[in-house]
């Protein structure tokens, strides 16, 4: 069982940066693999950025590749998302997920995690 609270978000112009944080509660944290989703008003949640439980291998949805940056340390239970240049179309409550797994899986689909933090709302503006 792991708990997931995100941190961070707020109003940000575009062109800005903002880094979105992530705790996770318990002692087994480099078992988890981690994921960053978001969802927009209307819209459904859809995958932005995972990462390996030691950080060596990371993925991005193709509309995040080269502006946000997914990393974590272990030693703080912390995985980032680290937003370079938002853009009003990455206004989203943005969320936290983890799969406790020693095997990889399907990380852009929703339904691979088990666990989910609160979310995080992110406005960019223009």
């Known amino acids: 069982q792991v708990q997931l609270v995100e941190s961070g978000g707020g109003l940000v112009q575009a062109g800005g940066s903002l880094t979105l944080s992530c705790a996770a509660s318990g002692r087994t944290f480099t078992s988890y693999y981690m994921g960053w989703f978001r969802q927009a008003p209307g819209k459904e949640r859809e995958f932005v950025a995972a990462i390996s439980w030691g950080g060596g291998s990371t993925s991005y949805a193709d509309s995040v590749k080269g502006r946000l940056t997914i990393s974590r340390d272990n030693a703080k239970n912390t995985v980032y998302l680290q937003m370079k240049s938002p853009k009003p179309e990455d206004t989203a409550v943005y969320y936290c997920?983890?799969?406790?797994?020693?095997?990889?899986?399907?990380?852009?689909?929703?339904?691979?995690?088990?666990?989910w933090g609160q979310g995080t709302q992110v406005t960019v503006s223009s």
């Open positions: 997920a983890a799969k406790s797994t020693q095997t990889i899986g399907v990380v852009r689909s929703t339904r691979w995690y088990d666990y």
